[in-house]
């Protein structure tokens, strides 16, 4: 499936494309808050800290989302998408985590403790693909590539039915199956335990 189509009318939320995609660059919500339609939230036990931040480095604007807690796995749920098969992509640098430097995309998220999910990880120097239920989560695939710190990169999933494309850095990097979650539901990103992951350019559509 060739990528959708976008068309940038403003900072911050906009709205694109034929096929209802949109792009969030977090530059409308003031510094400290959440964006509207974003749920800061966690699967498992900790403390995590969801919050705008100013960031000259942006690749879409002046600010991003940073999770800067601790939890067993952050999760930021964009509450107003209601996708079964589309993509999600966003702009992720790991900045810092003795535990994990990880950044990832969530899709047909049910909750907190039911989703799919993309995560690439700097320490690792992997890219793994899970699904979580009932706050378990659960490998299902993955490859290994390099991740660099402190460094922008995209990662993309495509998703139609059961089946998975994910592109890292522009790059097709696997293809993947697993029906565990069939219906709509939410987009949104992830980190794990202590990752410090600023995210930017949050685009999602469904086809």
């Known amino acids: 499936m060739k990528p959708l189509p976008l068309v940038f009318l403003t900072a911050g ?16 919500a003031p ?12 699967t498992g036990p900790g403390t995590p800290k969801w919050a705008v931040e100013k ?11 940073v999770q800067s807690g601790a939890a067993s796995y952050p999760v930021c749920l964009r509450t107003d998408t209601k996708i079964k098969d589309g993509f ?24 907190a403790d039911n989703y799919f999910i993309a995560r690439a990880n700097a320490l690792e120097d992997n890219l793994r693909l899970y699904r979580t239920v009932g706050g378990r ?26 089946l998975f494309t994910v592109f890292f850095d522009g790059q097709k990097v696997m293809t993947a199956h697993d029906g565990t979650f069939t219906a709509a539901g939410m987009t ?11 995210f930017d350019r949050f685009s999602c559509g469904a086809d």
């Open 188 to 198: 949104g990103v992830w980190t794990k335990a202590d990752s410090v992951t600023a």
């Open 13 to 28: 939320l906009v709205a694109v494309s034929a096929l209802t995609a949109s792009t969030e660059n977090f530059d409308a």
């Open 55 to 65: 960031d000259p480095t942006a690749p879409g604007g002046g600010q991003v989302l």
């Open 31 to 42: 510094p400290g808050t959440l964006p509207a339609n974003w749920l800061g939230t966690k």
């Open 137 to 162: 989560r659960i490998q299902f695939d993955g490859v290994d590539l390099k991740v660099t710190g402190k460094t922008w990169h995209t990662l993309r999933v495509e998703f139609r039915g059961p």
């Open 88 to 111: 999600v992509e966003v702009k992720f640098k790991a900045v810092a985590g003795r535990e994990d430097q990880a950044g990832g995309v969530v899709w047909r998220a049910q909750d």
